[in-house]
């Protein structure tokens, strides 16, 4: 699965959009795009993968360039329970290593009023 | 619709004993990884089942080892407890015909005394 690379921390203010890059720049044209977030002591939450095109739902929406180089996570009016570690992970789904997700140190989103 | 559900969610062991973890599932998931989380680190993958077969496997010793049922649930055994192995264990469950999303249970904390 290709490497991903995240900034350790990012703020935000409640109410505005919360904007997570992440750079995956040797992902291969079957990998696929997922963002989780945790919450102290809880499971990791899925939030929302994609393989090319933009995706939204009710939580978030994710943007992947053209090039699928990089991506970034967008919660669009953040509160102060968004506050989590957010993990970008490229992940073969479908293929030998359907499931399995490698997760790095992810982005600690803090949210503050 | 029950998510993927986990017990127990804390217990304690002592060094030298085994301790087996149960995970359920979501309904209509046929596939079932288990992961380690050290605290303050990522996930770690240590196996996956389908089919009741160990299909792939991580970078973990032969004291952790598995099963998965005809009804998909499955179990992660660990043999000779370490005091290393106190960690936060979860189970992922997945399914081809679910849109490749991956979800996770809340997870059984485990402490090795």
């Known amino acids: 699965d290709a490497k991903t690379t995240q900034p350790t921390s990012m703020d935000c203010a409640e109410g505005r959009a919360a904007n997570l890059p992440c750079n995956h720049s040797?992902?291969?044209?079957?990998?696929?795009v997922y963002w989780y977030r945790q919450i102290h002591s809880q499971g990791p939450q899925y939030i929302i993968h994609?393989?090319?095109n933009n995706e939204t739902n009710e939580m978030a929406s994710l943007i992947i360039t053209e090039d699928r180089k990089s991506s970034t996570l967008i919660l669009p009016h953040a509160t102060l329970r968004d506050t989590a570690v957010y993990y970008c992970?490229?992940?073969?789904?479908?293929?030998?290593?359907?499931?399995?997700?490698?997760f790095g140190q992810g982005t600690i989103l803090t949210v503050h009023p | 619709d029950a998510g993927v559900t986990q017990s127990p969610t804390h217990l304690i062991k002592t060094r030298g004993q085994q301790v087996t973890l149960r995970c359920s599932p979501k309904?209509?998931?046929?596939?079932v990884s288990w992961y380690q989380q050290a605290l303050g680190q990522g996930p770690q993958f240590i196996f996956q089942?389908?089919?009741?077969?160990?299909?792939q496997r991580g970078n973990f010793p032969d004291r952790f080892s598995g099963h998965q049922f005809p009804n998909y649930s499955s179990e992660l055994n660990v043999n000779a407890l370490l005091l290393g192995d106190s960690a936060l264990y979860l189970c992922?469950?997945?399914?081809?015909?679910?849109?490749?999303?991956?979800?996770f249970g809340e997870g059984s904390w485990l402490t090795v005394v």
């Open positions: 992922a469950s997945s399914s081809l015909t679910d849109g490749n999303t991956i979800y």
């Open positions: 040797t992902i291969s044209g079957n990998e696929y």
């Open positions: 994609g393989l090319k």
């Open positions: 992970i490229v992940s073969n789904a479908g293929g030998t290593s359907y499931g399995k997700l490698t």
């Open positions: 309904s209509g998931h046929d596939t």
């Open positions: 089942y389908y089919e009741e077969e160990e299909r």
